[in-house]
Structure formats: structure tokens, C-alpha cells
């Protein structure tokens, strides 16, 4: 089943895809990979999530707003492809987590955005990837996440 075909059995809403905030392209591509920048959880209203992981949201929420972290990303890139089905697959991963210092599970985390890709594309959505734990993050956001994909013509 297309990627395209998975988001509406999924009933999944994408956000609208953001514009930049500061001087970068959201997804540079350099042959057939794809570099998409840090994204964060943008609703479908246009509004972000935001707060610390581990004062302001528990484990649970974050984990959703990772999610929703990469329907950002798919709302970004169906803006700049075209179409999800022209992704091949999951290259890397970098996720992000906003956290209080002595939080320990930022890869349970961002399994919310690993989980979401999984879904989409299958097995092709699990690429490599590394979470870690930051002391901040713009807009006081949860979590951060920047993705490599590989792209067909």
C-alpha cells in the first residue's frame, strides 16, 4: 500500500507545513536523499506544543508530540515533493527531547515519531537514529526532530 494510501486509512491529519524560521530551506535534496531540517509538533490549527519533558508534560505526552512532530515532517515534504510516495525510505534520524536533567527515556520519546514512520511507509520507515536530551529547544518545543530520506524520481 502507497504512503499516500496509509495516511488516509490511518485517518491521519496533517498540520500545515511550517515556514521557516530563520534563514534555511526546510528539505535540500542532493541526488536522491533528502536532508529535512529540525522540525517540531505543530497542530493541525497551526499552534505548537510546547514545554519541558519531565516538569511540563510526562513521558506519555511527549511521546504524542514526537508524533506529531512527524506529521509536520510529512506535511513538509508532501509541500515539497509532491507526493509521500515518492519516498523510499527512512536514512537517518535525529530526535530531539527537551528534558529536565535527569530524564532517561528520550528514545521512548521519539519512538513517537519512529513509530508514525513505521506505520506510513512499513518497514522502509525505520531508519537509523539517535535521541538525545537537550537543556532547551526553540519555542520552549518538546522535542526537535531532523530526518534524511532516501527519494525516487
Keep these: 500500500m502507497s504512503a499516500e494510501a496509509r495516511i488516509k486509512e490511518l485517518n491521519l491529519e496533517l498540520p500545515p507545513a511550517p515556514k521557516p524560521g530563520g534563514v534555511y530551506k526546510p528539505v535540500v535534496q542532493v541526488g536522491n536523499l533528502l536532508y529535512v531540517s529540525g522540525h517540531g509538533p505543530i497542530r493541525s490549527d497551526g499552534s505548537l506544543i510546547t514545554g519541558k519533558v519531565g516538569a511540563d508534560l510526562d513521558e506519555a505526552q511527549a511521546k504524542d508530540a514526537a508524533r ?4 509536520t515532517i510529512l506535511a ?12 523510499v525510505r527512512t ?22 515519531f519512529s513509530e508514525l514512520l513505521r506505520d506510513v511507509f512499513g518497514e522502509d ?13 526553540p ?5 526537535e526532530v531532523e530526518v534524511i530520506f532516501e527519494v525516487r524520481d
Design 68 to 71: 506529531q512532530t512527524g506529521l
Design 76 to 87: 513538509t515534504l508532501q509541500a515539497q515533493i509532491g507526493s509521500l510516495d515518492r519516498i
Design 91 to 112: 536514512i537517518k534520524t535525529l530526535g530531539m527531547v527537551n528534558a529536565v536533567p535527569d530524564f532517561k527515556r528520550h528514545p521512548q520519546v521519539i519512538n513517537g
Design 125 to 137: 520507515g525505520i531508519g537509523a537514529r539517535s535521541a538525545v536530551g537537550m537543556g532547551s529547544l
Design 139 to 143: 519555542g520552549n518545543i518538546p522535542v
